[in-house]
């Protein structure tokens, strides 16, 4: 007969986070406040890519951001400059944030006045793909740069999206990445995702991600 009791502590984490995330959701839902969070490694173009939706959607829509990093306040530095509110939440060495870190986040911000926040997620691949932050809908980055691989080294992040963002086309010509290989291997673990190449340094297709995000808003305030 044992002796001892066994605890499944990450088990019991996550579950502990699935309903903090999914009452956040409902108090999102009740203020008609949108959030989206954006994953992605570091260096992939989150923070230019935020600029770029700001100033593609900021006539239609009160923006907010949720700057996440382990320190510093650089990027919320950078996106305060857009006219958009903005806060920094420093993770103090995690590299995700959850749904009860995402709730302070948005307390401190004031949702009162905002219909679309975006979370700039800790720069990873792992932890924040394990993590409900309580967001309407996932989005992630992938540049071209890191390789068209990524799909079978990350497989969860790129199955808990709802779209993948292709950044630094214009870079493509110095980088040997497939499209169609990238494409291939992400709609094999996710077959509803949507895939948008972007250049958040030029604007390329910016346009169809901004029209993204409106169709999104607009049927999460309709249903």
Not at 50 to 58: D, P, Q, S
Not at 175 to 187: G, H, L, P, Q, S
Request: with cysteine; proline share 3%.
């Amino acid at each position: 007969m044992d002796t001892y009791k066994v605890l499944e502590i990450k088990q019991s984490v996550f579950q502990d986070n699935d309903r903090q995330a999914n009452l956040l959701r409902e108090e999102l839902k009740k203020e008609k406040t949108f959030l989206l969070n954006l994953m992605s490694s570091p260096g992939s173009g989150k923070t230019t890519t935020v600029l770029r939706t700001i100033e593609a959607l900021k006539n239609e829509m009160r923006i907010g951001v949720l700057e996440a990093d382990i320190d510093s306040d650089v990027d919320a530095d950078t996106v305060s400059k857009t006219g958009s509110k903005v806060i920094q939440l420093h993770t103090g060495g995690m590299c995700h944030l959850d749904a009860d870190m995402t709730k302070q986040g948005l307390q401190g911000l004031g949702t009162e006045d905002v219909d679309f926040v975006i979370l700039e997620n800790v720069g990873n691949l792992v932890c924040p793909a394990e993590f409900d932050t309580g967001a309407t809908k996932n989005a992630m980055i992938l540049s071209v740069p890191e390789g068209d691989d990524k799909p079978l080294k990350y497989p969860l992040m790129f199955s808990i999206v709802d779209v993948v963002l292709i950044n630094k086309i214009d870079a493509v010509s110095y980088f040997n990445f497939d499209f169609e290989a990238v494409k291939e291997r992400i709609t094999k673990l996710n077959p509803n995702i949507k895939v948008i190449p972007i250049s958040a340094k030029t604007g390329e297709g910016i346009d169809e991600w901004a029209q993204w995000v409106r169709d999104e808003v607009k049927d999460w305030n309709e249903k």
